[in-house]
């Protein structure tokens, strides 16, 4: 099958899914008040960094695994750290108390990222197998689940706990129905082998930088929206939250071309010319795509913020930063990604800390000297410098 085809297969998938989150999102906001809203913000801003760690990004670890068994041990270890990691989320509510993020619903939050990540990661084996459709399929009935639960179960129990409950539930019959029963994937997926821990230790010693390198980059967000949460209120964080879903939704462009050909970065990576001649193509489509956004958010941006309920220049402002600043981000990770091919993870894991430090260091700065904006200025500058770094290691332009 060609390569243009499965990347049109995984931007419908991934337009799809975005959708139907915007809208449940659309819906959520304008049915409850922003401090609702805000605090779900807040909420992933604690839990995503601890799900990234533990997920050890096995999803493209699989996608590029030639071993079967080797998919089986790693797909049964991510669903074991459902509870493993869970006393590290206990740890940090029990450190940063706010009213905004009560146990209870930190905890939901907890495991429903955490199935989710396991999702993803059992999607890796549907990308190894260029079965891009499949798993189009399985995320996007996954995510109606957040239709229903915030379309409806929300405003009708009143209660973001019941409703994050309800998702959960929705989640893991979507992936027993559909990805185990459906797609017959039960060789895959055994329940007789989740008491089997004897390759946890060796998979955690071979990929835990991995786990260290998604946390770092899920703390370059989280770092100044917690910062802003207590310097400028809630408020002023679901102002950051929507212009995230917008960017969350472009995102998936960069996202669907690199995941859909990550079992293709193998053979590009052959070939120096090829991969440069790659990576030319990439930076094209791709800066296509960048101006392409900013020209419809500079036209269209108040009427979009609008239909959340939304109208202010800071969050344009902040949108043309975030868009610059993930175009930086994915245009360095398609070309850093062979080190991935490599297994040099260790190498990975200096850009990530690069990054993350960059965004640690620059966030009281921005944050106190410009207020809301300055996420969008620590978001942008933490790329600029990933970027830059990633050009002065990467052999292939020496």
Do not use: H
């Not at 799900?51 to 096995?58: A, C, E």
């Not at 239709?147 to 998702?167: C, D, E, H, P, T």
């Not at 344009?316 to 297994?343: C, D, E, H, P, W």
């Amino acid at each position: 099958m060609k390569k243009r085809y499965l990347i049109f297969q995984g931007y419908l998938g991934d337009f799809t899914v975005l959708l139907v989150q915007a809208v449940s999102i659309y819906i959520f906001v304008n049915n409850n008040q922003n401090y609702l809203y805000a605090s779900w913000v807040l909420v992933l801003a604690i839990v995503n960094p601890v799900i990234g760690f533990s997920s050890l990004s096995l999803d493209s670890v699989i996608a590029t695994e030639n071993s079967v068994s080797k998919i089986k041990n790693y797909i049964m270890f991510r669903f074991r750290t459902l509870v493993i990691f869970l006393p590290i989320v206990l740890l940090i509510n029990f450190i940063y108390r706010t009213n905004a993020s009560p146990w209870f619903l930190l905890l939901l939050v907890y495991f429903l990222k955490s199935f989710e990540s396991f999702s993803t990661v059992f999607r890796g084996t549907y990308y190894r197998n260029k079965e891009i459709l499949k798993a189009s399929v399985s995320k996007s009935f996954a995510k109606l689940g957040y239709l229903f639960g915030f379309g409806f179960f929300l405003n009708f129990l009143n209660s973001l706990s019941y409703a994050i409950l309800l998702i959960i539930i929705w989640n893991v019959l979507v992936f027993i129905l559909y990805d185990l029963i459906y797609n017959k994937n039960f060789d895959i997926f055994s329940i007789k082998s989740i008491k089997d821990i004897s390759r946890d230790f060796s998979i955690l010693k071979e990929f835990y930088l991995l786990g260290v390198n998604s946390f770092l980059s899920l703390v370059v967000i989280s770092a100044p929206q917690i910062l802003i949460e207590r310097l400028l209120g809630l408020e002023t964080l679901s102002l950051i939250g929507i212009v995230m879903l917008f960017n969350s939704a472009l995102d998936n462009f960069y996202i669907s071309s690199n995941n859909t050909l990550r079992k293709s970065y193998l053979d590009i990576l052959e070939n120096k010319n090829r991969y440069k001649m790659f990576l030319r193509q990439l930076l094209v489509l791709f800066s296509a795509f960048l101006v392409s956004t900013i020209a419809i958010f500079y036209y269209l941006g108040d009427k979009l913020f609008s239909i959340y309920n939304q109208n202010s220049e800071s969050q344009l402002i902040i949108t043309y930063l975030v868009l610059i600043g993930s175009f930086i981000f994915y245009m360095a990770n398609a070309i850093n990604f062979q080190y991935f091919i490599k297994r040099d993870i260790l190498q990975l894991f200096k850009f990530s800390l690069l990054r993350c430090s960059a965004s640690i260091f620059l966030s009281y700065y921005f944050v106190v000297t410009l207020g809301e904006i300055g996420f969008g200025m620590v978001y942008l500058s933490s790329n600029i410098i990933y970027l830059a770094y990633t050009l002065i290691k990467t052999e292939i332009f020496k």
